[in-house]
Structure formats: C-alpha cells, structure tokens
T-cell receptor, first 114, second 114 residues
Framework: DAGVTQSPTHLIKTRGQQVTLRCSPKSGHDTVSWYQQALGQGPQFIFQYYEEEERQRGNFPDRFSGHQFPNYSSELNVNALLLGDSALYLC?????????????FGQGTRLTVV | GNSVTQMEGPVTLSEEAFLTINCTYTATGYPSLFWYVQYPGEGLQLLLKATKADDKGSNKGFEATYRKETTSFHLEKGSVQVSDSAVYFCALSYRNFGNEKLTFGTGTRLTIIP
C-alpha cells in the first residue's frame, strides 16, 4: 500500500502564476482534504472533497480551488500566486463514515513563490 | 471559533528525560483530541487520540488524557529517546473518524540529545 502520494515534492513559481498540486489517496479511502502549513506553523484546513464535490471549506480565498476525480484522486489549484502562498501543502485522505479511521497524510508539496 | 494552543518550543531534552508538552483548546461541545507527529521530511502521523472526557490515549510510550475541566490534552512520555526528535502537533476535530476537518496548534519542535 503506497499510502497517500503527492506530486510534485517541490515547486517554485513566480508571483501571479497559477499552480496545480496533485494527491492520490490511500487505497480504500474516498475523501481528500487539503491543508496549508506555513513555515513554523500548524497546518490550516483549506477544503475537503468527497464524491467529487467540495464538502467543507476553511477560511481561504477563491483563488484556492480543487477537484476530485472518479478514482478519488484530487488536485489543488491556486491562481494569482502571492508570496504569502509559499508553504507546505499537505493532502490527507480518509474514509467517510468509517468508524475510528484516521486521516492519513502525504509528505506534502513544498511550494515557493518568488 | 475553535483553537488549539501549544507549549512554545523548541524543547531540548537529554535521552531518558521525562517529557511534557502542554496543549489546551477552546471549542464548543465535545471535540475529539489528537496528537500528530511530523518527522523530518515526512507528512503527519497520528500518534494518539482521545474522543471523550477522561479518555487516555497512548502509543509508543506516549500518553495524553482528555481533561474537559481544564480543556487540556498534555502529551507525556516517561523516558524519551533520540528517535523521538520531531515536531509534535496537538489538534481537535468534531468527529471520531478522519473525515472531519482538523484544527491544529502551531507545533512544538522536540530535540533529544544523547
């Protein structure tokens, strides 16, 4: 079992550009959540996808959008990048309705905006 | 809103020392409480959890007790090892299973010296 996989591992973008990050959930999981972890901070919830729809959203602007595919994998898109978007982006997968199933996290994508 | 406050780091201890990392929370109702660990270059891993008042979560020698009266979930270990060096995050959510969003503290970096 490969667990949660994210790509790419590192990315450098210029301010104003757009970026797409990808996540494949752990086998058997159907829900994907995205978190932003700024340097020295705890992860902040961005949004969650289940059945190809956004189910919950944190306090992030509309520049942050996502998508979930029929195979449960997910993308995070960020438009009009700002320097402040530089962070580690973490994907977590889980099983909706699964009793006592934990959220498994990927290793993250380190995004640097210059 | 919900929030988690963690002991400021970094924390440096000698091997076999006793560890306490303080965590308090602000939330309505009865959240579930978690400790996650992040080793260098890796994603978050669930260390332990507690889902109701007076529950004690434990794993790998670490323990934490859900104290509703003091809204706390302090992490303890009787004898730390060099391999315990990592960043530790306290978190809460409102369901027992992993598909509900997690609210994290800022993290505490722990370094154990031989």
């Amino acid at each position: 079992d490969a667990g949660v996989t994210q790509s790419p591992t590192h990315l450098i973008k210029t301010r104003g550009q757009q970026v797409t990050l990808r996540c494949s959930p752990k086998s058997g999981h159907d829900t994907v959540s995205w978190y932003q972890q700024a340097l020295g901070q705890g992860p902040q919830f961005i949004f969650q996808y289940y059945e190809e729809e956004e189910r919950q959203r944190g306090n992030f602007p509309d520049r942050f959008s996502g998508h979930q595919f029929p195979n449960y994998s997910s993308e995070l898109n960020v438009n009009a990048l700002l320097l402040g978007d530089s962070a580690l982006y973490l994907c977590a997968s889980s099983l909706l309705g699964g009793r006592n199933t934990e959220a498994f996290f990927g290793q993250g994508t380190r995004l640097t905006v210059v | 809103g919900n929030s988690v406050t963690q002991m400021e780091g970094p924390v440096t201890l000698s091997e076999e020392a006793f560890l306490t990392i303080n965590c308090t929370y602000t939330a309505t109702g009865y959240p579930s409480l978690f400790w996650y660990v992040q080793y260098p270059g890796e994603g978050l891993q669930l260390l332990l959890k507690a889902t109701k008042a007076d529950d004690k979560g434990s794993n790998k020698g670490f323990e934490a007790t859900y104290r509703k009266e003091t809204t706390s979930f302090h992490l303890e270990k009787g004898s730390v090892q060099v391999s315990d060096s990592a960043v530790y995050f306290c978190a809460l959510s409102y369901r027992n299973f992993g598909n509900e969003k997690l609210t994290f503290g800022t993290g505490t970096r722990l370094t154990i010296i031989p």
